[in-house]
């Protein structure tokens, strides 16, 4: 009965006009995400480019520039600092988050009781914003704040120029541990067990088993992790404008480079420069992630 | 036609654009972790003494672990009960709780204004969103058109664009077209993201084809099997897709900042929070009070929606 309604059907059809119709109702499904890649994402980058080779500032266009906004980059040393601090920043969160994250998933990935609740406690940190976890760390690391008051230390961490951008490594790790451990996690439960009894019955223990077994099996989650961190790392923003009040202070040391980016397209009011800026820590980021890439991630993934 | 279907891998990122990092371990399988965590509690503890040991370590480092991630949120909690003179002393609770730091900045700053604001542009934006990503990823995953496969390079393309560089000439143009400063601005920018599209994609090539076909069969159009067929089976997805999108907006700090620094009434809580910071930067309670505004609301909805706040982790892989 069912059978013979679909002959009639699809005899009935006119196959060419149907495939226009689909054809047709894809592209209206498509239509609106489609104007909006194009005029805010890949038009930005062509008009992004024409920008950075101009004067540009409040009111449009000024001289045209050549590529002098990309040459004067080298000399200056605001632009430095920002990559050394930025640099800095990255290689130290990347580590001390992924050590965090990766200590944390060993723990949880044990046979505890109420683990799915922990696993999501910990992770809570992690879906909190950018601009209250900071307020929380400037309260605590205030001079007379909880964690001076628990330490004996005595510093305004973020009031000094020694310790500001390593408060905001240590606040940024703390808050994306939870997402490494997430993935640790799940990296962790593709081990199959019969390695780690293979170990057991080598009679290795936990310490040596997590160095010679478990570390080296999640060789795809370290350089899936890292990626991920290293190019997250040097986005960072929020947290450095927000604990130095959007000035990259005390004496430029947590100047990033997206705030620097920042400051010039909206302190100096040089939109050229700025997206001369921007294009290059563009670049900057796609060849790290190039070079990681070429370096750990060959043969680990199809 | 069987050459025509397309798998995940065909456009996972990490298969074909040597710039996107590579895909993240699976919604599926983070799930699975998390299933398998929750539900597994093997060796009572006390078998040998070696256990018994392990036991007793890995707890005492769970504890360690949890001081470390929530005592920050309970300090913050509890000083947003004291008064001013009370934060001096170095105790946990309050000795005479009181709201006065809530009322404060409902009142005399502006918060209660930057809670509307933020939870406007959230919902606005969830629900645009969620129709134009599950729309559009609908198409993606059932529909053959002309250039299908290059338009989604294209979507995917978009994910490896960081928002620093869109800014600049974003901020150009929209000075020029007279949208700075609006609402609307801001809900443009956060339009139909490629992230979410991708993973509604994904979700819908996983649906097996009979029940639409079925639909169609029984003369339902397109877009009423999308609607009465494919969108009802998708809710997973769409409930990760929503979860994702509002707690994207009423986290952010970049794009608010950008678009509405010439008009505070638009701020949103993150900006209200930097603003206040910086003017009232020692008035501890009022701003641990905006803190957990901003927390409380994310809190509620990540008691409720666990799994999907997990999901969204998976797609962090594709967000970059």
């Known amino acids: ?302 | 036609m069987a050459d025509d279907v397309r798998t995940e891998k065909d456009f996972a990122p990490a298969a074909d654009a040597p710039l996107v990092p590579p895909s993240p371990p699976g919604m599926e399988e983070l799930a699975r972790a998390g299933e398998a965590a929750a539900g597994t509690v093997t060796g009572i503890p006390g078998r040998t003494r070696a256990e018994r040991v392990r036991t007793v370590v890995v707890y005492a480092l769970l504890f360690g672990i949890a001081l470390l991630y929530f005592v920050p949120f309970l300090w913050t909690a509890t000083t947003s009960l004291k008064t001013l003179p009370e934060t001096a002393y170095f105790r946990l609770l309050p000795e005479h709780p009181t709201l006065d730091a809530y009322r404060n900045v409902f009142t005399e700053f502006d918060f209660a204004r930057y809670a509307g604001n933020s939870v406007a542009l959230a919902t606005v934006v969830t629900l645009l969103n969620v129709f134009l990503c599950s729309l559009g990823g609908y198409a993606f995953a059932r529909l053959n058109f002309p250039g299908r496969e290059v338009l989604f390079m294209v979507v995917l393309a978009t994910l490896m664009v960081p928002d620093q560089l869109r800014f600049v000439p974003i901020f150009v143009k929209f000075t020029d077209w007279g949208l700075m400063g609006h609402y609307h601005a801001y809900v443009l920018v956060k339009l139909a993201a490629a992230a979410q599209l991708f993973l509604m994609r994904q979700y819908f090539l996983t649906i097996p084809k009979d029940l639409e076909e079925a639909a169609k069969l029984d003369g339902a159009g397109y877009f009423k099997t999308f609607r009465k067929v494919m969108l009802p089976l998708a809710g997973p997805a769409i409930a990760a897709v929503a979860i994702l999108e509002f707690e994207g907006v009423w986290n952010d700090f970049f794009w608010p900042l950008v678009i509405f620094t010439s008009e505070p009434s638009h701020f949103t809580l993150p900006v209200g929070i930097f603003q206040f910071r910086s003017e009232y930067i020692s008035q501890w309670p009022e701003l641990m009070a905006g803190t957990v505004i901003a927390i409380a609301p994310i809190a509620a909805l990540y008691i409720f929606f666990q799994r999907y706040f997990v999901a969204g982790v998976a797609s962090a892989g594709v967000k970059g």
Do not use: C
């Not at chain 1, 009781?113 to 914003?129: D, T």
């Not at chain 1, 961490?157 to 240590?170: K, N, Y």
């Not at chain 1, 909206?266 to 563009?282: E, I, K, N, Q, W």
């Open chain 1, 1 to 302: 009965m069912a059978a013979t309604a679909t002959a009639a059907r699809t005899g009935e059809t006119n196959i060419g006009g149907d495939r226009l119709k689909e054809a047709l109702i894809g592209y209206a499904f498509i239509a609106v995400p489609m104007l909006v890649y194009g005029v805010l994402f890949l038009y930005p980058i062509v008009y992004a480019i024409y920008i950075s080779r101009y004067d540009w500032g409040v009111f449009g266009k000024l001289d045209e520039r050549g590529w002098g906004n990309y040459s004067e980059l080298v000399d200056d040393d605001r632009f430095r600092i920002a990559i050394k601090n930025g640099l800095k920043f990255t290689v130290a969160f990347t580590i001390l988050s992924m050590a965090l994250g990766l200590f944390v998933a060993v723990v949880v990935n044990n046979a505890i009781r109420w683990r799915g609740f922990f696993r999501s406690a910990f992770y809570f940190p992690a879906i909190s914003g950018s601009a209250a976890i900071t307020a929380i760390a400037l309260y605590i690391l205030s001079a007379d704040g909880l964690f001076n008051r628990l330490t004996g230390l005595d510093h305004a961490w973020f009031g000094e120029s020694d310790t500001a951008l390593w408060a905001i490594v240590g606040l940024n790790s703390w808050t994306t541990s939870g997402t490494v451990m997430l993935f640790y996690l799940a990296y962790l439960q593709a081990i199959p067990t019969d390695v780690y009894e293979a170990a057991a019955i080598d009679g290795a223990g936990a310490w040596r088993t997590f160095w010679k077994v478990t570390f080296p099996l999640l060789k795809p989650g370290h350089f899936f992790v890292s990626t991920l961190l290293v190019i997250g790392g040097l986005k960072m923003f929020d947290q450095a404008f927000i604990a130095s009040g959007g000035t990259g202070g005390p004496n430029n040391s947590t100047l990033v480079p997206v705030l620097y980016l920042y400051r010039v397209a909206f302190s100096d009011v040089r939109f050229g420069s700025a997206a001369a800026v921007g294009l290059t820590l563009m670049l900057l980021m796609f060849a790290l992630t190039l070079i990681q890439r070429l370096t750990f991630g060959r043969g680990d993934r199809a």
